[in-house]
């Protein structure tokens, strides 16, 4: 009897152990259906994106069904006259496009250097405690509205461009000049001292710093001299938008390019010591080098800010669609794509149908590929850090 009983409790726990293994499986389905799902909605709404976009911008490229209109697309790409409203339209896009890669390329000089700058001291220079300070006051500027950034380059940066410009600019250059071409001369005079006996290498390098930066500090002085004396027409112009945009894609290339240079690991920084290094030279030859796939990924994340930035571009630019004249004139106003979808859709969005309405989808389409193909080109420079650095 009591085997019996025995027997009959076992095949009971053995059928509500498989009981349990068959929810518990059934839960690990529901979960992992109902995360998938949750992901490919992102997927989904990028391709509806995609998708919504393309069959919008296609009529203007092909107002007729299988007839391709490659007068609008010579005249999209390669002319310069964008008068969208006149009767027939000019939709010559070049300078659109020029504008958006000049006050993107105005804001990677302004962001990168300092953001690579700030990133290396915030990784290698500064105290552990001092570093918990700096890095939330640098990411603070990632929470702050890019109208705010609009509204101050308009009333503020531009009035006092146009009143006071050569001053400002003599005074922005000698700000930015001075910490990189000290932290160079640093750092060229520890990499000459290096080369001498190790009781002459500190006066050999205080020797060499010092001349260094007197002879930095000269030409200093002379380039600020003559940006002293230029006059600016007009404070809304591509210069001002650049220096925004700089500020605003800084916090993104700092903290991007601060994880990188953390990533590396103190076992690299600890073994360049071993063999004789200085910290200059072991930033410079071992750890940005350990870290460069993750600072690149830095930099185009921070083209990326700049790129897709609307309000900015669209309050301060000046508006003027046109390439300016020299063409590497950051002093003259310039429109970019993004302005120019904001600032046109409200009009066209009442003539819909029109070439008006396609051409600014034909627009937002060649940005969202750019922005597409940036992001890709992020990813693959990020997963080849990862295997580099042996995290995958």
Same mark, same amino acid.
């Given at each position: 009897?009591?085997?019996?009983t025995a027997s009959s409790s076992k095949k009971q726990s053995l059928m509500m152990s498989r009981r349990a293994g068959r929810m518990q499986r059934l839960g690990q389905i529901l979960g992992q259906s109902f995360l998938f799902s949750i992901t490919s909605l992102s997927a989904f709404a990028v391709l509806f994106i995609f998708f919504f976009i393309t069959r919008d911008a296609i009529p203007f490229f092909m107002p007729e069904a299988g007839a391709f209109n490659w007068e609008n697309l010579r005249q999209f790409f390669s002319e310069t006259a964008w008068y969208p409203s006149a009767r027939p339209g000019q939709f010559g896009a070049l300078s659109l496009f020029y504008g958006s890669a000049m006050v993107t390329l105005g804001a990677i000089l302004v962001a990168v250097p300092l953001g690579i700058s700030a990133a290396v001291c915030l990784s290698d220079v500064l105290a552990f405690n001092l570093r918990q300070i700096v890095k939330p006051v640098i990411e603070i500027l990632a929470a702050i509205p890019s109208v705010a950034y609009?509204?101050?380059?308009?009333?503020?940066?531009?009035?006092?461009l146009q009143n006071a410009g050569g001053t400002v600019l003599a005074f922005g250059f000698w700000i930015v000049a001075l910490p990189i071409l000290g932290i160079a001369c640093i750092i060229a005079g520890q990499t000459f001292a290096a080369r001498f006996p190790e009781n002459r290498r500190t006066v050999a390098a205080l020797t060499a710093t010092a001349i260094l930066g007197v002879l930095s500090l000269v030409l200093l002085w002379l380039i600020g001299g003559k940006l002293s004396g230029m006059s600016i027409s007009s404070g809304t112009n591509a210069f001002n938008v650049s220096i925004i945009l700089g500020i605003m894609a800084l916090p993104t290339v700092v903290s991007v390019s601060e994880d990188a240079l953390q990533a590396v690991g103190r076992e690299l920084r600890e073994g360049s010591y071993a063999l004789g290094a200085t910290r200059a030279e072991t930033i410079i030859k071992t750890v940005m080098p350990a870290a460069i796939s993750g600072i690149l990924?830095?930099?185009i994340l921070g083209v990326m800010r700049a790129v897709g930035e609307t309000m900015v571009v669209w309050m301060a630019s000046g508006n003027a669609a046109q390439i300016p004249s020299p063409f590497y004139?950051?002093?003259?106003?310039?429109?970019t794509l993004t302005a120019t979808i904001a600032g046109d859709m409200? !009009?066209?969005? %009442? @003539?819909?149908?029109? !070439?008006?309405y %396609? @051409?600014?989808?034909?627009?937002?389409?060649?940005l969202l590929a750019f922005s597409f193909i940036m992001n890709l080109v992020s990813e693959a420079i990020v997963r080849r850090s990862r295997k580099k650095l042996g995290k995958e």
């Open positions: 009897m009591t085997a019996v609009g509204f101050f380059a308009l009333v503020v940066f531009a009035p006092l990924a830095a930099v004139n950051f002093m003259e106003p310039v429109r409200g !009009e066209a969005d %009442h @003539v819909t149908g029109s !070439e008006r %396609h @051409v600014l989808f034909a627009l937002a389409l060649c």
